[in-house]
């Protein structure tokens, strides 16, 4: 039992970064036993296994050389914030004592991205040193962690040391998680990976210091959406409010996160917004509203792809349509699709069929093609699955 992170929450609708829903109780599976004292970090009616696993991970990361780290592909602020937040702990418990005595673990983190660059949005968390290209990344890693990807296909570039590796320690918190690693630390309750990453650190023994709380804290403003979706419990504010004591600045952390963009960005969202479509009739009758935003549309304004990751977030808004959906095209000339769901539709589910993954509320997937025929497929999976989301594996 460590310590200091509160007991998991009641319940969860296992949403996730994007996720709005001020009610998902109707996608939610209420886990049995949650909210149980219990064992510190679950609400899961497999804590006992989640144990079992945590005890092979601290073990294994003891007794390492070596810890690679890895978190998926174009990072959010969970997957880039948990990493370096594990990356800062394990140097500090290097320079510390370690519990065998021996020298301390080489660590290696990165992320399977070509070009290898920090999205612009996280330069602020502190910990770029402690960061490699994957070239640099052992091909056949003892111990690696991988951060907030729920198959190891998210991995990118990094996918094939992941299934190398002789210990692979997944840290996860999407419903479709294919449990890839040696040791599966999943559970789908929690508000983000970062929940999971500082339970790692606390049983790891690492104090809690301001460069860890920052990794941790960007993890749960942007998957809880700043504490506005359905996942914020009393529970997370008090983890919230445990990092704030570090001395961390709440304000700073919004700003850098959704409060600054190039001014090209608001023209490229006139044009896009502009184009949205609405289909009161898709999505099972719940409404769909969706629009696209070309390589075209970036070039236009010479914008890189990460800053339109924001643009789900003003689409989603449209009070008529359950459904939002925004295809991104990247510039390989893929269609990365973002999805939202407000609760009646699990598009974690439709994106699932259609190759990607998520959760119930807010999924994506990658597709080829022209975008007729991607919203197609797409609104296909979506009026099969909607009000289907809320049966007995609706919060998966
Ligand atoms: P995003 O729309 O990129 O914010 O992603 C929303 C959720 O869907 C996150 O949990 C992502 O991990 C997941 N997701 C997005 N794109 C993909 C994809 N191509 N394959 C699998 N999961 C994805
Ligand atoms: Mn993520
Ligand atoms: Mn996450």
Same mark, same amino acid.
Request: hydrophobic content about 45%; charged content about 20%; aromatic content about 4%.
């Given at each position: ?64 050389? !070596? ?99 002789? !210990? ?108 949205? #479509? ?27 792809? !990460?800053?339109? !990751? ?25 269609? #990365? ?43 296909? #999976? ?15």
């Amino acid at each position: 039992m460590t310590a200091e992170c509160p007991p998991f929450p009641g319940q969860s609708s296992g949403s996730d970064a994007g996720a709005a829903c001020p009610d998902a109780s109707h996608l939610a599976a209420s886990p049995p036993g949650a909210g149980a004292a219990g064992v510190q970090g679950s609400a899961d009616p497999s804590a006992p296994d989640l144990e079992a696993e945590w005890s092979r991970a601290i073990k294994a990361l003891n007794g390492a050389a !070596e810890i690679c780290l890895a978190c998926h592909v174009r990072p959010d602020g969970d997957a880039l914030g948990s990493m370096l937040a594990v990356a800062h702990a394990l140097r500090a418990r290097g320079l510390a004592e370690r519990p065998s005595g021996s020298a301390p673990a080489r660590i290696v983190a990165s992320f399977g991205d070509r070009p290898f660059e920090i999205p612009r949005i996280l330069r602020f968390l502190p910990g770029a040193d402690l960061l490699s290209p994957p070239d640099l990344f052992p091909e056949r890693p003892h111990v690696m962690v991988t951060f907030d990807a729920a198959s190891v296909d998210r991995l990118g570039l990094l996918e094939a040391s992941a299934s190398a590796a002789e !210990e692979l320690i997944v840290l996860d918190h999407h419903a479709s998680n294919t449990s890839f690693g040696t040791v599966n630390l999943v559970n789908p309750a929690a508000a983000a990976t970062a929940v999971l990453a500082c339970d790692l650190i606390d049983r790891l023994g690492v104090e809690m210091s301001r460069d860890i709380a920052l990794g941790l804290y960007a993890g749960l403003v942007t998957d809880t959406g700043s504490f506005r979706y359905s996942t914020t419990s009393p529970w997370v504010h008090r983890l919230a409010a445990r990092l704030l004591e570090t001395g961390i600045e709440p304000g700073v952390v919004a700003h850098e996160l959704w409060d600054r963009t190039p001014f090209g960005f608001l023209e490229l969202l006139s044009a896009v917004l502009g184009r949205a #479509q609405l289909e009161p009739d898709s999505a099972g009758g719940h409404g769909l509203v969706w629009t696209t935003v070309t390589r075209d549309d970036r070039a236009t304004h010479g914008l890189p792809f !990460e800053v339109v !990751e924001s643009v789900i977030d003003v689409v989603r808004r449209a009070d008529e349509a359950d459904v939002a959906v925004v295809l991104k095209e990247d510039d390989g000339g893929n269609w #990365q699709v973002s999805a939202r769901s407000k609760g009646r539709a699990d598009v974690g589910r439709a994106c699932v069929a259609l190759g990607g993954g998520g959760h119930a509320l807010a999924a994506g997937f990658t597709a080829r093609g022209p975008a007729a025929e991607v919203m197609t497929a797409l609104r296909r #999976q979506l009026q099969g699955g909607a009000d289907g989301a809320g049966g007995a594996d609706g919060g998966r």
